[in-house]
């Protein structure tokens, strides 16, 4: 998520929210040219047990 962001912001887009852990997801905002929020969203890491 962080390469991604980091991509977004290299190419002259504003963040909108930075990187926020919304247990148990993962997700971030950033404003496209018109300034309309564009999320990103990382499904959470289940383990498995055993």
């Given at each position: 998520?962080?390469?991604i962001l980091n991509a977004v912001v290299v190419n002259g887009r504003a963040v909108g929210q930075p990187i926020d852990l919304d247990a148990p997801e993962i997700?971030?905002?950033f404003l496209d040219?018109?300034?309309n929020a564009i999320g990103l969203?990382?499904?959470p890491v289940v383990s498995q047990p055993g």
């Open positions: 998520m962080a390469t997700t971030a905002r040219p018109d300034g969203y990382q499904e």
